[in-house]
């Protein structure tokens, strides 16, 4: 049996340059996803044989560069530096080889083992650029570089037997950037200073950590600093002397200096044969990102994305529905099980799961839709073309289309804060989400609005969708000034051009993503069903039995019921019953059971709900109550959720605010009312 020798790749490079096509075509789309230690950050690890060696390739974030400014860049240089992976391949756009070598250089610096992947020859070609591939690579320190066009399969075998050609050797480029004499008189000294720190000498590239020191990089200061505070003390006077000096932050100038050497490469190796002239993407842009076209056009292409995800996926809900709700439930009811086996089956397991199941069509189709504008390019235009108005609040361009998909549902819009790269603008926005006003609230509105307030029921339902994006601005202002302070990124991306999707890259990234609801969030709705429904028959009495699920007396005695009266007195100044407040406690599963429940506890069917309901609720307390419902805890998928993406501290987070907010609204929506004599 023969031995495979194991090659750990790491592939890293800016974002929009080909690397999800590259790593899927190099592992096969076989990949295992996770979490990067201590970060809510994504990990995708996947495998590759060829010949004896078997590939252990990671997908590091895109990124820039290699500062400590985000989480992504942090993720992406630790790996490179601490964990040494054999080879690392940087995939640069050859159409914007200039803008993508700032990265290049980080990593030579960091004395990484690199191979260029140098993918979209195709388009650099057609915007007038001739590589002279063999002068690069020498102008690089020799570095292997391998002209690629990913999309059409050209390059991967040359890539690969350059991976395993690079494997063999060592890296061979410490000194890439010639930074001056004044300065690079200090970089050998700090050098020379940490040899004598032991535990960063033998982990750390010495070189790439003194200019680290010199820049002032808070995380490899705060490195050094646990095991020598006095070399800190002395990098900060001959930081501050050389600033002096050089009349300019040493920051800003070791950034300038990398610059230089870019232009200077590119300069040599890069020849304009012919100037760009309008390309296709140019045309096109013109039209989407104008001044006045450019929000129209949006709003038009994500209503149309919305729609299809909705409509599409209408007819499989639809069958879902009837298949768990109808023959599924039917069938273990009518089975002759004891009655009590019976309903554990049917109004726990099988409601549970279709409670899941439910969600899935659209989710699907809206990650399909996703990522077919990704693999596009247009998301990209549609963050820059609203990144002017969400920096207003502190937010990104990016926050947007998870904004607009909440308003369908927040579990797949809160999966989709990934797109966005600042964790602290991905928090907040995922955190805000649960106030876009998903279409599982609409049955509430619905019947709240028609019964109470007639002729002005749509503009009533319009005001919800309104309330939640107005409360959703002031909260992600008041997370971004308080709570999680600093900048926003804003915008430092260049557009990608338009391509033509590639189905493989679709498909991988609509399940990737998928996934992630149905075995996260799924398992804690299911979960939360089964307890609920355990909750509704038993009491301090014992098992009370299945007849209390339509039976509002025996269902007062339940534990949901003494819930329900518990909390009634908090409830009391909004106008409402037990049963409206019980009600509230199945809306922690799906919203859409707050109006089924209510129902039940009035003892009427949905149908007559609204003439129960006309004499338990006034037109002020209806709509607090619709208030109420749009914004308090939002359901099981949507907490899995925020867990899922964000950690149980902030689902923990989300659910304290939502309450507490959800309660202040409605409190001050009655009281108003009562003033103004509408009660």
Partial sequence: MTIMRKIRV???????????????????????????????VEKKVGTLKADEYEFEITDLPGIYSLTAYSIDEVIARNFIVEEKPDVVVNIVNAASIERNL?????????????????????IAESVGLKINVDLLSKKLCNIPII????????GFKELIDAMINASKTKPKCEKIVDYGSIVEEQIDYVKEKLKEVKDIAEKYPLRWIAIKLLENDKEVVNKVRKFSEKLIAEVEEIRKKLSEKLGVDLEEYFVEKRYE????????????????????????????????????????????????????ATPFVDLIDILFNNILYNAVVNSGLPKLLASFLADGVISGLGSILV????????FL??????????????????????????????????????????????????????????????????LMSCSARLPVYLVFAG???????????????????????????FLRKFVFKGPSTGFIMEMPPYLIPQTRTVILKMWERTKKFLFKAGTVIFLGVITVWGLSITGPSGIIGVEALENPELFSRSWVGIIGHALSPIFTPMGWDWRATASLIFGLIAKELVVGVMAVLYGVSEENLSQAISVAFTPISAYAYMAFTLIYVPCLATIAAIRGELGVKYALIALAYELVLAYVVAFIIVSLGNLLGLG
Wanted: aromatic fraction near 8%; proline fraction near 4%; charged fraction near 15%.
């Fill in 10 to 40: 790491a592939l890293v490079g800016n974002p929009n340059v080909g690397k999800s096509v590259i790593f899927n075509e190099l592992t096969g789309g076989k990949a295992w996803i996770g979490n990067w230690p201590g970060v809510t």
């Fill in 102 to 122: 700032y990265l290049t250089i980080s990593l030579l610096e960091m004395e990484a083992n690199v191979v260029i992947a140098l993918n979209m020859m195709d």
């Fill in 147 to 154: 002209p690629m066009i990913a999309i059409k399969k050209i």
């Fill in 261 to 312: 050497k870019v232009a200077e490469i590119v300069k040599v190796a890069v020849i304009r044969v012919k100037e760009a002239g309008l390309t296709f993407s140019d045309i096109i842009d013109y039209t989407v990102t104008h001044k006045y076209l450019g929000i129209p056009i949006m709003m038009t292409v994500l209503y149309m994305l919305f729609k299809f995800a909705f409509d599409v």
């Fill in 359 to 366: 969600f899935l069509p659209n989710i699907a189709l809206l």
């Fill in 369 to 434: 839709a996703l990522a077919l504008l990704e693999d596009v390019g247009y998301m990209s235009r549609v963050a820059f073309i609203t990144d002017k108005i969400m920096h207003k609040v502190g937010l990104t361009g990016k926050s947007i289309i998870p904004m607009v998909i909440g308003f369908g549902c927040n579990v797949p819009a809160i999966i989709a804060t990934r797109v966005i790269e600042d964790e602290n603008d991905r928090k907040t926005t995922a955190l805000i989400l649960p």
């Fill in 451 to 477: 019964t109470f307030f007639g002729a002005y029921a749509g503009a009533v339902v319009l005001s919800m969708y309104l309330l939640g994006l107005a409360l959703a601005i002031l909260i992600a202002t």
